[in-house]
């Protein structure tokens, strides 16, 4: 079955720049969604197909992509960004939905 | 304002059955493909599937993990989505969210609106 890799923990410094990476093989050819996940609370949206973002979420968050490797950037990571990060994407058929399994991302 | 409501979690024995709910409110259900996605405690997001919307004839896709036991359908007359589980395992345990499909076109698979979520838990 389709898999997404994403590293289990991030940590970075206030103010300092986050990057957290999903890979996956069907990535040249479906978009990516990036979801923040904070603790008893459900996902929520912050990066649609690869680089756009939803209206309200911080222009401080930005995703790229090359190749098989996704990536959100957190610019100017602030305490309240402290959370749980997935990425989302679909097979090469398009057919099942696939989630990584999620990224801790600390603000030390 | 825009809202998913899930209900019918509880708990339920192994190869028991469970039907959830989902009430939409504040957008135009019936032109939205739903999904549901379920969390176990302290693990990562898991797919459980999506129906689409009439004009793509309501078609419907599972993980492997359920498929042949769950059956998601809905009710546009309702603004309602259901998740159907059967022959549940204790494996199933989990937080369970609706979620609406973003729309935005050519974003086939993002999810921009979710439900609380319902908790099912399956024990003896």
């Known amino acids: 079955s389709y898999e997404l890799t994403q590293p289990p923990s991030v940590s970075v410094s206030p103010g300092q720049t986050a990057r957290i990476t999903c890979s996956g093989d069907?990535?040249?050819?479906?978009?990516a969604y990036w979801y923040q996940q904070k603790p008893g609370q459900a996902p929520v949206l912050v990066i649609y197909?690869?680089?756009e973002r939803p209206s309200g979420i911080p222009e401080r968050f930005s995703g790229s992509t090359s190749g098989t490797t996704v990536t959100l950037t957190i610019s100017g990571v602030q305490a309240e960004d402290e959370a749980d990060y997935y990425c989302q994407s679909a097979d090469s058929s398009g057919t099942y939905v696939v989630f990584g399994g999620g990224t801790k991302l600390t603000v030390l | 304002e825009v809202q998913l409501v899930e209900s019918g979690g509880g708990l339920v024995q192994p190869g028991g059955s469970l039907k959830l709910s989902c009430a939409a409110s504040?957008?135009?259900?019936?032109?939205?493909?739903m999904h549901w996605v379920r969390q176990a405690s302290g693990k990562g997001l898991e797919w459980v599937g999506r129906?689409?919307?009439?004009?793509?004839?309501?078609?419907?896709a599972y993980a492997a993990s359920v498929k042949g036991r769950f059956t998601i359908s809905r009710d546009d007359s309702k603004n309602t989505a259901y998740l159907q589980m059967n022959s549940l395992k204790t494996e199933d345990t989990a937080v369970y969210y609706c979620t609406r499909r973003i729309a935005v076109a050519g974003a086939y698979y993002g999810m921009d609106v979710w439900g609380q979520g319902t908790t099912v838990t399956v024990s003896s």
């Open positions: 069907a990535l040249p050819k479906q978009y």
């Open positions: 129906i689409r919307s009439k004009p793509n004839s309501y078609a419907t």
């Open positions: 197909k690869d680089s």
């Open positions: 504040g957008f135009t259900f019936s032109g939205s493909a």
